[in-house]
T-cell receptor, first 115, second 115 residues
Framework: AQSVTQLDSQVPVFEEAPVELRCNYS??????LFWYVQYPNQGLQLLLK??????LVKGINGFEAEFNKSQTSFHLRKPSVHISDTAEYFC?????????????FGTGTRLLVSP | GAVVSQHPSRVICKSGTSVKIECRSL??????MFWYRQFPKKSLMLMAT?????????EQGVEKDKFLINHASLTLSTLTVTSAHPEDSSFYIC???????????FGPGTRLTVL
């Protein structure tokens, strides 16, 4: 079975400051990793994904994440946030042996960017 | 990117009635569609997975007679909440994917309120 832990339920930050949203996972098999963003009353939008190759992954809107296999982490970072980045962010894993048929989500982190 | 729509975006119904939610992939053919339920300040919980032309696979604890899923074509899946009760009130989100592609594309969600 898989589980995803997002320790921070809410992260307040000032505009133009850097931010890191933490994600740790547990799995008995290898996984693919994803970060999704959800704006109020909307569905989820893919920010970035790690399937293989370089452990540093760049996504949309200036976000990046680094896969650390030894620490089973996939933290999301942005060097300078905007007000428009205020949203809910979900980390998710997909076990490699399910053919991408299964996504297990963390509980989400609300990023609050203030001026 | 691929677009997934849901209809209606919001529905209010009386206890005991049935409600149908549609999920459509607008610009691609989805081999698999997924239905999730999201509680306030909680993660997404996978309810069921449906492949076109075959019966849906429900997650443990999800009542298949209460949450009827039909995946009649490669672009349309429906979720019918039968005999809805106030505890069924939630945000329902669908997603769709193409065979062998890792990404799930999410719809904007449907807010169901049962009075």
């Amino acid at each position: 079975a898989q589980s995803v832990t997002q320790l921070d339920s809410q992260v307040p930050v000032f505009e133009e400051a850097p931010v890191e949203l933490r994600c740790n996972y547990s799995s008995s098999v290898s996984v693919y990793l994803f970060w999704y963003v959800q704006y109020p009353n909307q569905g989820l939008q893919l920010l970035l994904k790690y399937l293989s190759g370089s452990t540093l992954v760049k996504g949309i809107n200036g976000f990046e994440a680094e896969f650390n296999k030894s620490q089973t982490s996939f933290h999301l970072r942005k060097p300078s946030v905007h007000i428009s980045d205020t949203a809910e962010y979900f980390c998710a894993v997909s076990p490699m042996n399910t053919g991408f048929q299964k996504l297990v989500f963390g509980t989400g982190t609300r990023l609050l960017v203030s001026p | 990117g691929a677009v997934v729509s849901q209809h209606p975006s919001r529905v209010i119904c009386k206890s005991g009635t049935s409600v149908k939610i549609e999920c459509r992939s607008l610009d691609f053919q989805a081999t698999t569609m997924f239905w999730y339920r999201q509680f306030p300040k909680k993660s997404l919980m996978l309810m069921a997975t449906s492949n076109e032309g075959s019966k849906a696979t429900y997650e443990q604890g999800v009542e298949k007679d209460k949450f009827l899923i039909n995946h009649a074509s490669l672009t349309l899946s429906t979720l019918t909440v039968t005999s809805a009760h106030p505890e069924d009130s939630s945000f329902y989100i669908c997603s769709a994917r193409v065979l062998a592609e890792p990404e799930q594309f999410f719809g904007p969600g449907t807010r169901l309120t049962v009075l």
